[in-house]
């Protein structure tokens, strides 16, 4: 793969770490990597958001979640959550719906829940991470109408912490319904170049992945 097309896909990743045990020692080295190799942004859990934003300044932008990973906390538990990581220097945060209430057919409840949140990101970047392995095609058609109606920014397939994550297919079809305002974003089990590259192809945005980083750094090595 040409280089042009490896920082091409670099550009379009949140460098994530997001596992219970990882240290500050974890999450300094993933955004030094993160600066080194350009990426969109590093998504990191919300008790360094503040910490890593003094280790890199304005340099990149850093990307936090709430309700994660399980999405059934209280609306004003996620609100505080989301308020709380931009006082402490987040620029884009990644929500986890409620899918309880998606699948029960609360439609309103998860619309309110996102638009109560987009409203504490303002301007912020929101992504709604809707957990696609475990809903229906019909589950995840709708989704994609209720984010674009709460104006959040993105839909995101997986937190990476269920059964499986990002798929072509779930990629494919939010393509197909999302409308122009929402953009894609791919996560969960994105481990090679060549399935990064068709994420893209397929209308994905941006990629939720720790992996791409580690396959630049070796390719780089072995140069």
Known sequence: MAKTDIRT?????????????????????????????????????PCYVEPARKHVG??????????????????????FEAGDAIGRGADEIDMVIN???????????VRREIEAVKNVCGSRVLKVIVETCMLTDEEKVR???????????????????????ATFH?????????????????????????????????GASRLGTSRIVKIAKAMKEAE
């Not at 997001?18 to 500050?24: E, G, H, I, P």
């Not at 104006?151 to 995101?156: T, V």
Request: aromatic share 8%.
């Open 9 to 45: 896909i670099l550009g379009a990743c949140d460098h994530t770490l997001l596992l219970q045990n990882a240290t500050w020692n974890d999450i300094r080295r993933l955004c030094d990597e993160g600066l080194e190799y350009r990426t969109a942004s590093v998504c990191i859990p």
């Open 58 to 79: 304005g340099a990149m932008r850093i990307c936090t979640v709430i309700g994660f990973p399980n999405g059934n906390m209280t609306t004003a538990a996620k609100v």
């Open 143 to 165: 989704m994609c109408g209720i984010v674009a109606e709460a104006g959040a920014d993105y839909i995101k397939t997986s937190t990476g912490f269920a059964q499986s994550g």
């Open 99 to 109: 899918i309880g209430m998606l699948k029960g057919g609360e439609y309103g409840y």
């Open 170 to 202: 779930d990629v494919e079809l939010f393509a197909k319904h999302v409308g122009p305002a929402v953009k894609i974003k791919a996560a969960g089990g994105i481990a090679s170049l060549e399935d990064a590259a068709r994420f893209l192809e397929l």
